[in-house]
C-alpha cells in the first residue's frame, strides 16, 4: 500500500463548478499535513497546510481526519486557473521533516 | 528576494557516466532536501539535511548518489555511473528550520536529467 493514495484523475468540470479531491495516508504517527499545487513542468507549490480543525483559504477547503487517516481538498467556483495537479503532501512523522508526496491528482477546469 | 536556483535545469547525459546537480537554497533557509520525479510518478524522498546536523540519507536509492551541503548552503547532488532509470527531474527543495514538520518547503525549478 502506498503511504499517500490519491485519485489520479483527471477530474475535468466547468468553470464555476465545486470540485473535491480526497487522500488517505497510511502512516498513524503522520503529524503535518499539506496540499501543494504543481503545474505542468513546474515545481511544487505550497497550496495550504491542512489542520485539524479545518481550514479555508478563499475558495480552498481543506480538512483532515485524523481518525480515518483522510485529508479533502474543495475548490469553490473553479477557475480555468486552477487546473494543475494537486499534490496531497504529509509529514512522515517520527521526527525531522521528511515529506512523503502522492502521486497527485489532476484537474482541468474548462470552458 | 531570490527563490531557490538549481542548475544546469537540462541535462543529458550518456549512460555510465556521473552528474552533478546544484543547489543554491534560499538565503538563512537551515534545512534542504532533495526529491526526483520521474514521469507519472510522485516526488520521491532522496536526502534531507539540516544545519550542522548528519543528513537523512534514508532515501538515496543506491550507492551511486551522494550529496553535500558546503557551509551550510549550496548543496550538490552527484550521481556515478548514471542509468537510464535515473532519468528523472530532481528538485531541490529548502526550509527555515526544518523542524516540528511544519516548516514549509520552497522548491526549485529542478533539474530535468535524461539518461541515454
Known amino acids: 500500500r502506498k503511504e499517500v493514495e490519491q485519485d489520479p484523475g483527471p477530474f475535468n468540470v466547468p468553470e464555476g463548478a465545486t470540485v473535491a479531491f480526497n487522500c488517505t495516508y497510511s502512516?498513524?504517527?503522520?503529524?503535518?499535513f499539506f496540499w501543494y499545487r504543481q503545474d505542468c513542468r513546474k515545481e511544487p507549490k505550497l497550496l495550504m497546510s491542512v489542520y485539524s480543525s479545518g481550514n479555508e483559504d478563499g475558495r480552498f477547503t481543506a480538512q483532515l481526519n485524523r481518525a480515518s487517516q483522510y485529508i479533502s481538498l474543495l475548490i469553490r467556483d473553479s477557475k480555468l486557473s486552477d487546473s494543475a495537479t494537486y499534490l496531497c503532501?504529509?509529514?512522515?512523522?517520527?521526527?525531522?521533516?521528511?515529506?512523503?508526496f502522492g502521486t497527485g491528482t489532476q484537474l482541468k477546469v474548462e470552458l | 528576494g531570490a527563490g531557490v536556483s538549481q542548475s544546469p535545469s537540462n541535462k543529458v547525459t550518456e549512460k555510465g557516466k556521473d552528474v552533478e546537480l546544484r543547489c543554491d537554497p534560499i538565503?538563512?533557509?537551515?534545512?534542504l532536501y532533495w526529491y526526483r520525479q520521474s514521469l507519472g510518478q510522485g516526488l520521491e524522498f532522496l536526502i534531507y539535511?539540516?544545519?550542522?546536523?548528519?543528513?537523512?540519507k534514508s532515501g538515496l536509492p543506491s550507492d551511486r548518489f551522494s550529496a553535500e551541503r558546503t557551509g551550510g548552503s549550496v548543496s550538490t547532488l552527484t550521481i556515478q555511473r548514471t542509468q537510464q532509470e535515473d532519468s528523472a527531474v530532481y528538485l531541490c527543495a529548502s526550509s527555515l528550520a526544518g523542524t516540528g514538520g511544519t516548516d514549509t518547503q520552497y522548491f526549485g525549478p529542478g533539474t530535468r536529467l535524461t539518461v541515454l
Open positions: 539535511f539540516q544545519g550542522n546536523s548528519a543528513p537523512d
Open positions: 502512516n498513524s504517527a503522520s503529524q503535518s
Open positions: 503532501v504529509v509529514n512522515g512523522g517520527g521526527g525531522g521533516n521528511k515529506l512523503t
Open positions: 538565503s538563512g533557509h537551515t534545512a
